[in-house]
């Protein structure tokens, strides 16, 4: 193709026909920034689907990670379930607990379970560090999934602090001292349980009682009942994103 028009360009210049080689020449210079525009324009056209592409396969990944968080969550919900249940039948013990046996039935009921919010947010941290997610084409899906995680990291956080809250109610309060002595002696007794003071056993102006009361409430309101507030919450935002990446995605086809 080259040297065909090479020949043109040279036929033209020996025969003189110097206004016909310019408007050839313009020509040629048309035809070669076309191509050039065509070139780049299916350059444009194999980024953009490729951008495409990616976006579809970290939608698919996002999907795939709140279904995991939602299924996650209700196994969460029932634990906590059966915790509140739990915890509610030894707080009524502890209010008629008589013996030492009665205070360690209240601990096994009313056990705590200060864990984590468990949310996988592998995926969404990928496109915020790739700015994947700033250059998403549906902006309004966009704005609903920085809601979603915003939703969850603001409650991850909330629960780290009722975890430290409850610990510091359990460890450094000097009140339930003789609460702690007596559970840890009951699991490994070193000393005679009868040499540990249980004066404050159903004694409601022992200062041992009221902390061991208000930790129990404590715990229930804010580590159990909390939670599970949390998980649902939760899990409607998380249905609701589910639904419209769905759409989403099947718009895409």
Known sequence: MIKFFRKIRLNLI?????????????????LVVIG???????NNWNENSNISKKEVALLINIKNDIEADILGLKRQDSMYAIKEINSEQGIDLFYNAKTIKDIDSVFVLTIALWNELYINKNTYNEMINSGSMYSMKNKELQKEINKYYLLVEAHREYIRSV????????????AMHPVKLLIRQIKKPRIDLKLIDTSWINNPKSATYLSLENYLFSNQNLSNRYRRVVFKRILIAANKLKTTITKELESRH
């Open 36 to 42: 050039i525009l065509i070139a780049l324009q299916i």
């Open 163 to 174: 975890n430290s809250q409850q610990s510091i109610l359990l460890e450094q309060d000097p």
């Open 14 to 30: 020996e025969t003189g026909k110097t206004s016909k080689y310019f408007k050839y020449a313009i020509g040629e210079i048309v």
